[in-house]
């Protein structure tokens, strides 16, 4: 179905979502027969806040869902799956990170007024409002929840080089850095020579 043609300018700044929003769907179509179905698919973009420090869904970046809507007793059962890009930086390395999460989903969307409703908590339920559902909470939890808190680049990123702060990935295996600390730099130089190596220390010296 066409989204309507209506615009409202810098929609998402609106505290009240226009009528166009694209995760709002109609459950005219569903109805309350316990048993019908509906599917689907469309995508839609990205809100702006779905992210966490190091990683996130870019503002306005497409979220495919693919989605069965299923009127039940208590009210509207959501499932299928969710396909969102998402990007951000190798909390090792530094380096962009680029991926696709593929997520399931299933959220039962209460009628008002339902038993479902009544025992449940109010920030735990969600509502069927009016004849329309939202699916921008539900799948916003699902995706920030999906988020590592330490994205890497690679399954095993090295990290960068203490000494050179270069990825040690992009160097040399035997890549090494003689002098790690200045305060050692005078004993490597003995070191190097062999001339502290096997003497213990002269008393005399004390
Ligand atoms: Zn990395
Ligand atoms: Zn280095």
Do not use: K
């Not at 390395?93 to 025992?119: F, H, I, W």
């Not at 009016?130 to 890497?152: C, F, H, K, N, Q």
């Not at 890549?175 to 020579?193: C, I, K, Q, Y």
């Amino acid at each position: 179905m066409p989204a309507a043609p209506h615009r409202s300018g810098a929609a998402s700044t609106d505290a009240r979502r226009p009528a166009v929003n694209p995760w709002a769907v109609e459950l005219r179509e569903l109805g309350r027969r316990a048993g019908s179905m509906q599917e689907i698919d469309r995508t839609v973009p990205a809100p702006p806040d779905w992210r966490l420090e190091l990683i996130g869904v870019p503002e306005g970046a497409p979220v495919h869902l693919r989605l069965r809507l299923e009127s039940v007793m208590e009210g509207v059962l959501v499932s299928g799956d969710v396909e969102v890009p998402v990007e951000g930086q190798c909390a090792r390395c530094l380096d962009p990170v680029r991926d696709t999460l593929e997520l399931d989903v299933q959220e039962l969307y209460a009628y008002p007024g339902s038993t479902t409703e009544a025992t449940s908590e109010e920030d735990e339920v969600r509502l069927v409002e009016g004849e329309r559902i939202d699916l921008e909470p539900m799948v916003r939890d699902t995706v920030v929840l999906a988020l590592p808190l330490s994205p890497t680049c690679t399954e095993d990123c090295a990290g960068l080089c203490s000494g050179c702060g270069q990825r040690l990935d992009d160097l040399p295996a035997d890549h090494s850095h003689e002098l790690l600390d200045p305060r050692w730099a005078g004993l490597a130089g003995f070191a190097t020579t062999g001339a502290v190596a096997d003497r213990p220390d002269d008393p005399e010296e004390n």
